[in-house]
């Protein structure tokens, strides 16, 4: 494809739209590019920190995703300390790169059985390892899988800002902030 | 490619010959994952931010990693607060999971002179755009590609800890630091 094609990136509320559905694909196909993104956070000792995550939920009139999470992995520790989180995607087929910052909200116990329920059973597994994740064990294979409700957290990022570059012959890029109701401006690439 | 057949995942030191590897795959390879990682830092308000860069170096036996930038972007102010990186990429071929943290100097002026009489002119073009990266223009376009030598700066990243995660019908991680001499352990993933 020509990224040149990408009429959409000539105009602030198209790139705006294709933003979410460039999201939006991410959490209906499994292969599309915004269905790994990168979650930065802040470590307890004020260090960046980021890992692949797998995109849940997007709601573009809310402006929030989820990703759901073990409840006793590092991120969560980091995100009670620090609330804030960047979501990186890079969209090869739209030549686009999406940086999005967050504000993050942790859902746990009884906000997030009905989602517990949705999740298939083989996924529920990744919910209650022993031990928790990132925790030392002495051969690679030392752990269990879980399927514990009890260790299953949703984080649910509010966007704030939408960092939106797409590459071409001539880059475009533009932020879109939730404060200005996602009007929109340019940025020097 | 069946994950399983990742024998090298199965031992900590060819596990971590590994993550150098895809690095140097990066390095050499333009359509090779590590091409392209994620670069995580903290914000000078200490909130993360990511973005995409393109790793120009890597050297095993010093643990570091060259990447280029136009020393008046955003990453640059951010990383004179705080010196610290996280870096990841996502190694689709190998189902290998990077995520290094760095301790960064920034390199400028004499100290990058004979590297950047190495960069093509077409790449020249990155460095020294006006406005700056990431500053407010009219339109998309407003804005001019330079080839400025006092733009030119590289972030050399001292890797300090490595996190290495390798999918497979059974998960395998592990962490490698400095300290001691990249021996390793084990991790739940």
Chains 1, 2 share one sequence.
Request: hydrophobic fraction near 45%.
């Amino acid at each position: 494809m020509n990224a040149d094609h990408h009429n959409w990136a000539c105009d602030l509320s198209q790139l705006y739209a294709e933003v979410w559905a460039s999201l939006m694909r991410g959490v209906h196909d499994r292969h599309a590019p915004a269905r790994h993104p990168t979650l930065a956070t802040v470590s307890t000792d004020g260090r960046p920190q980021a890992r692949t995550v797998v995109l849940r939920a997007a709601n573009k009139m809310a402006g929030t995703l989820d990703i759901h999470t073990d409840l006793h992995s590092a991120k969560v520790r980091e995100l009670r300390v620090t609330p804030f989180a960047a979501l990186h995607v890079w969209d090869s087929s739209a030549h686009l790169q999406l940086r999005l910052e967050a504000h993050v909200t942790l859902l746990t116990g009884p906000d997030v059985a009905a989602i517990w329920e949705s999740v298939p059973a083989a996924s529920r597994l990744s919910y209650g390892s022993d031990p928790a994740p990132g925790q030392p064990i002495a051969k690679a294979r030392d752990y269990t899988k879980g399927a514990d409700q009890a260790s299953f957290a949703i984080l649910r990022l509010a966007v704030e800002t939408v960092d939106a570059l797409n590459l071409g012959q001539q880059h475009r890029r533009a932020r879109f902030n939730r404060d200005d109701n996602w009007a929109g401006m340019w940025l020097a690439p």
